[in-house]
T-cell receptor, first 117, second 114 residues
Framework: DAGVTQSPTHLIKTRGQQVTLRCSPK?????VSWYQQALGQGPQFIFQ???????QRGNFPDRFSGHQFPNYSSELNVNALLLGDSALYLC????????????????FGDGTRLSIL | QKEVEQDPGPLSVPEGAIVSLNCTYSNSAFQYFMWYRQYSRKGPELLMYTYSSGNKEDGRFTAQVDKSSKYISLFIRDSQPSDSATYLCAMSTLNTGTASKLTFGTGTRLQVTL
């Protein structure tokens, strides 16, 4: 049973560039959430996708955008990169198919480490 | 003030010790409580998940929730060097439609020494 997979594992960009990160959810999961984890901090919620639509959003600027595909995989796009965007970007998946979907825990991938020079 | 407070540590204990990790929170709407373990250069791994006050046990791990005090704990019995990691508490409110967003603590770095 494949877990959450993310690519690439590590990425180096310069200020002002754009980046796309990818996530495949755990088998059977249909909801994908993205988190940003700065060094020494807990993950911060960016947004969540379900049925190819953004359902919830955290306190992140419009430079952060996303997409979900019909196979439930997802992309996170960040434009006009800033030094402060350097972080570990985590994808988490969950399922709405179970009877009590609001209770379903989220499972994380190993993240993409983004470094901005 | 952060919604979830967690002592960042580091916490160093000898092998075999009982470890106590704690978080406090200010948002009384939080209904679900989780503990994740994160090894260096890895993603968070779900350890415990609970939504009621009281204790929940799973092997060497016990999660405790006190909603009246807005306080949660994770106890690790017979700690092992392989338990050395960062432990993150996470919480969420009840959401309709999809899973609710998680609010995390800063994480506590634990080192179990031989």
């Amino acid at each position: 049973d494949a877990g959450v997979t993310q690519s690439p594992t590590h990425l180096i960009k310069t200020r002002g560039q754009q980046v796309t990160l990818r996530c495949s959810p755990k088998s059977g999961h249909d909801t994908v959430s993205w988190y940003q984890q700065a060094l020494g901090q807990g993950p911060q919620f960016i947004f969540q996708y379900y049925e190819e639509e953004e359902r919830q959003r955290g306190n992140f600027p419009d430079r952060f955008s996303g997409h979900q595909f019909p196979n439930y995989s997802s992309e996170l796009n960040v434009n006009a990169l800033l030094l402060g965007d350097s972080a570990l970007y985590l994808c988490a998946s969950s399922s709405t198919r179970d009877r009590d979907y609001s209770n379903q825990p989220q499972h994380f991938g190993d993240g993409t480490r983004l470094s901005i020079l | 003030q952060k919604e979830v407070e967690q002592d960042p540590g580091p916490l160093s204990v000898p092998e075999g010790a009982i470890v106590s990790l704690n978080c406090t929170y200010s948002n009384s709407a939080f209904q679900y409580f989780m503990w994740y373990r994160q090894y260096s250069r890895k993603g968070p791994e779900l350890l415990m998940y609970t939504y009621s006050s009281g204790n929940k046990e799973d092997g060497r791990f016990t999660a405790q929730v006190d909603k009246s005090s807005k306080y949660i704990s994770l106890f690790i019995r017979d700690s092992q060097p392989s338990d050395s990691a960062t432990y993150l508490c996470a919480m969420s409110t009840l959401n309709t439609g999809t899973a609710s967003k998680l609010t995390f603590g800063t994480g506590t770095r634990l080192q179990v020494t031989l």
